[in-house]
């Protein structure tokens, strides 16, 4: 096995350990793409995630990454354990260490056990739970609960917990927010838009015509009647906002209100703003896109009313109140979210806690009913020996007694006879 590649096998849960779930791999070309293969541990020969006669235990699968055949260990997922994977991949750079804000995003809400991937530019995420039906799989994420192999390193992201913790709740949100819905795809996201709307030539956008210059978009915006906050967020002030990154989709959401979801204009607008950082023109997806693109596609996709200049004063007060008002509710519903899942996490530790507790005092009932019937067997045989023992005593006793009463009977009868 390649130094590089040497697996940390302390780092590794004990949850996992324990199970003989556990295959080698090797890495071989298959059309020209590095693949990784399954390998039976000991035996060498191609290994199956669905036949567990090909499957080992942890230190079976480790002594056999010492020979030449292969080139690291992996985790076989069924339908018997609860365990279930997230790999990430293309999220990280293996030379800075850099994450993207989605990566980071799911790792932190699952906090479980971490582990950065055999390429180093991945993750893989172990939890304990039960994987949500629909689709498993978008873009660079994937879950995997039955039928697979995750590659285990025990390169473990310190950030994290050192156990395969308990997160339905979060794995749920995750699924269907990263996975199963269509969130970071805009083009299918139209379904509350009529079918006539499309992006515009300009921008890319929705077709809705504004056209105002920036000078007079801005002022339009100060003087609406949420104008205190666009001041505040233009102005750079993230006050009320938990990150910089929820202070930059405000204020998105307030520009796609203004330029009619014109993305040329809400760029440059953006660019103008106190908020504007390095950070905006980053790559921080695995499909190229920068973060500033991203946040402004999410802008556009949630924002349902745009500015119509044809409808005057009182439609403008009223659309805007409504870009705030639903912007609160989302913050609103975002916290209330964020406090119930923070509860289930709480609870879903200290479950975990009682559970580990539970099974230190069954282990520890199995040790003394053990001992207990070592002891008790060895006082059995202590009481046979006994009573063996006081047998042949006894016997040897009552010979002695036979002789000494014979010879008394031979005394009594001749003994007052003279030869």
Known sequence: MDADLAIDSEAVPDSLREREQWVCWREEDRDGKPTKIPVTPG?????????????????????????????????????DDPIVGVD??????????????????IIERLDSYTEVSPSGTGYHVLIRGELPEGRNRRGSIELYDTARFFTVTG????????????????????????????YTEPASESTHRSEGDEQSA???GVDVDVDLEDEELLEKARNASNGEKFERLWNGNMGGYDSQSEADMALCCLLAFWTGGDRTQMEQLFRQSGLHREKWDEVHYADGSTYGEKTIERAIATTSEFYDPDAGDDTEDRD????????????????????????????????????????QKTERIDTLEAEIERLTDELTTRDQQ??????????????????????????????????
């Open 320 to 359: 805007t109140t409504s870009v705030e008002s639903s912007a609160d509710a989302r913050d609103d519903s975002e916290r209330s979210r964020a406090y119930l899942a923070e509860k289930n996490r709480l609870l879903s530790e200290r479950i975990d806690d009682l559970e580990a507790t539970l099974e």
């Open 43 to 79: 035996a060498g020969g191609f290994a199956s995630s669905t036949e567990p006669q090909t499957w080992g235990s942890f230190e079976t699968a480790l002594e056999y990454t010492e020979t030449e055949h292969a080139d690291g260990v992996g985790f076989v997922f069924t339908d």
């Open 202 to 204: 300009s921008g890319g």
């Open 88 to 105: 990430l991949d293309d999220c990280r750079d293996p030379e800075t260490g850099d994450v993207d804000d989605v990566a980071q995003d």
């Open 386 to 419: 006994d009573g063996q023992s006081q047998g042949e005593q006894a016997a040897t006793t009552g010979g002695s007694r036979s002789e000494s009463e014979t010879q008394s009977v031979w005394e009594r009868l001749f003994g007052g006879r003279s030869e």
């Open 155 to 182: 390169d473990h992201v310190e950030e994290t917990p050192g156990r395969v913790a308990r997160r339905q709740d979060a794995l749920v949100a995750i699924h269907r927010e990263y996975v199963q819905d269509t």
